[in-house]
């Protein structure tokens, strides 16, 4: 049974780091596409980053520079490092995977994922 579940989030002031954690079980991480999603109440929900089989990583134009997405294989765990943060970070974020991977860079775009976290909550105050 796949099972993502998040951790890491809470609360910080501008300009300060979080580290968020996606520890998955029922597959391998290294095998699939998986990725950070964000979302605030009422919007969409965004791609953050991603990461495909091949390590390639793709991160949305607005954390480029200030986040960094990793993943140890031996943990089965994703990590999303949160640097810089601003009050517009604020937001819940979801750990995602596919069902198949791919060769090359993994999509930023929601409906390619298949599986979901629970989701944990970052908030950046000014």
């Known amino acids: 049974q796949v099972q993502l579940v998040e951790s890491g989030g809470g609360s910080v002031q501008a300009g300060g780091y979080l580290r968020l954690s996606c520890e998955a079980s029922g597959f391998n991480i290294d095998r699939r596409c998986m990725a950070w999603f964000r979302q605030i109440p009422g919007k969409e929900r965004e791609g953050v980053a991603s990461i495909g089989p091949d390590g390639s990583i793709s991160y949305a134009e607005y954390v480029k520079g200030r986040f960094t997405l990793s993943r140890d294989n031996a943990k089965n765990t994703l990590y999303l490092q949160m640097n810089s943060l601003t009050p517009e970070d604020t937001d819940m974020y979801y750990c995602?995977?596919?069902?198949?991977?791919?060769?090359?860079?993994?999509?930023?775009?929601?409906?390619?994922?298949?599986?979901w976290g629970q989701g944990t909550q970052v908030t950046v105050s000014s």
């Open positions: 995602a995977a596919d069902a198949i991977g791919v060769t090359g860079s993994c999509p930023l775009t929601k409906p390619w994922y298949d599986y």
